[in-house]
């Protein structure tokens, strides 16, 4: 598609219609079904929560599409969102507790934010009975471009591999709990495994104000709870790779578990 276009194509490729003018990009999604692809030319588009199954939406790169949003709330199972830049004002890409996420995909995706106020970069919310355990996540080239409070937040991801990750910069000093980690594993209410962290980068993320005990915050913090209100029922995590992973300018690298927690 050229700048401004918009292109749908069904389950088999073929091309169904193009979308040049007033919302282009919503309009593709409205007629969309299952299965399609949206490819999205360069430009600043908008568009509604994504809840198709197997949808793709396809920018032409971080550098040529964006996607502005106060905060993207996906409810689908096998989505795919790649190839392009999300301009958010609140957390950008967030899997609310009711919402699906088997099989998710975000790929060559920046998340930044205009305003300065992006605050999570990328999220998955558990509760007690998890609608899905977000098995087979998989997010590789994606930056998270100075978030104020996180930059990747997983409280389910099971065979989930997380690669060539960028948080650069996570910069909340506040007197606050939970931590503000780079990236943060923090699963609940299920059982999960295989997670794989890998050829990633986090830098920049900021000390908070518990002087004078010791900071709570960190490149990457990584748990399975099982503790007060998330005893029951508990969470587990086996198998872990973290490979190749990078720490620059941060209070700390690496933690296992939750702090001041038994």
Request: charge should be negative; glycine fraction near 8%.
């Amino acid at each position: 598609p050229g700048s401004g276009e918009v292109v749908l194509l069904n389950e088999t490729g073929d091309q169904v219609d193009t979308y040049d003018s007033g919302s282009p990009l919503e309009d593709a999604y409205n007629k969309a079904e299952e299965d399609y692809t949206i490819l999205v030319g360069s430009g600043t588009f908008s568009i509604p929560d994504p809840e198709k199954n197997g949808l793709t939406i396809e920018g032409a790169g971080m550098n040529e599409t964006t996607l502005e949003t106060n905060q993207m709330n996906p409810d689908a199972t096998n989505l795919t969102i790649s190839d392009l830049e999300i301009d958010a004002s609140g957390a950008a890409i967030l899997v609310e507790s009711d919402a699906a996420a088997d099989g998710l995909r975000i790929e060559n995706v920046r998340v930044t934010s205009s305003s300065g106020t992006t605050t999570i970069a990328f999220q998955t919310v558990a509760k007690e009975e998890n609608v899905d355990r977000a098995d087979g996540l998989h997010i590789e080239n994606f930056v998270a471009d100075n978030p104020s409070v996180k930059g990747l937040y997983l409280e389910r991801a099971t065979n989930a591999t997380l690669s060539d990750i960028t948080v650069d910069g996570v910069q909340y000093t506040g007197d606050e709990t939970p931590p503000s980690n780079g990236i943060d594993i923090n699963l609940k209410y299920d059982n999960y495994e295989n997670l794989t962290i890998e050829d990633t980068v986090v830098r920049g993320v900021e000390a908070d104000d518990f002087d004078p005990d010791p900071t709570w915050n960190a490149a990457m913090a990584i748990k399975a709870r099982d503790d007060g209100s998330y005893s029951s029922p508990a969470a587990t995590l086996t198998d872990v790779i973290i490979d190749n992973v990078t720490v620059e300018e941060s209070v700390a690298g690496l933690r296992f578990g939750e702090p001041g927690v038994d």
